[in-house]
């Protein structure tokens, strides 16, 4: 995933957090975050976890700030998607940013003789 998509999610969690006229709920911020981070993670490489895991860590402690101003259940409902982006984060292979490796011919033949003392 290119960086840009990856800043684009996060300036609308920020516009999201912005729009005075209609606040939009702290769960349903980390909804639409986790969502996103679900439905792109199968492609994602190190460098997207981390920003996916920067994203995360300052939603968090913006639900800190606010926690106590939540209801039970939307406190509950923060916390399960937070499982949930952990389970993601921990069930997703990370894909290398390398190329693969081309497949390496190899001397069968000479590595007999040499470990049957052939030299």
């Known amino acids: 995933m290119k960086r840009l998509t990856f800043l684009a999610l996060t300036a609308m969690i920020a516009a999201l957090f912005a729009v005075s006229c209609s606040p939009?709920?702290?769960?349903?911020?980390?909804?639409?975050?986790?969502?996103?981070?679900?439905?792109?993670?199968?492609?994602?490489?190190?460098?997207?976890?981390?920003?996916?895991?920067?994203?995360?860590?300052?939603l968090t402690a913006e639900f800190k700030k606010k926690k106590i101003t939540l209801s039970r259940s939307e406190v509950r409902e923060v916390e399960e998607y937070?499982?949930?982006?952990?389970?993601?984060?921990?069930?997703?292979?990370?894909?290398?940013?390398?190329?693969?490796?081309?497949?390496?011919e190899v001397d069968v033949q000479g590595i007999e003789d040499f470990l049957k003392g052939d030299r």
């Not at 969502?35 to 792109?40: H, L, Q, S």
């Not at 997703?92 to 390398?98: A, K």
């Open 82 to 104: 937070l499982a949930r982006f952990r389970e993601l984060e921990a069930n997703t292979p990370v894909l290398s940013e390398r190329p693969p490796v081309e497949e390496v």
């Open 24 to 58: 939009v709920s702290i769960p349903a911020t980390f909804r639409i975050f986790v969502n996103e981070v679900e439905a792109r993670c199968p492609n994602y490489t190190a460098e997207d976890w981390a920003e996916a895991n920067a994203t995360c860590d300052r």
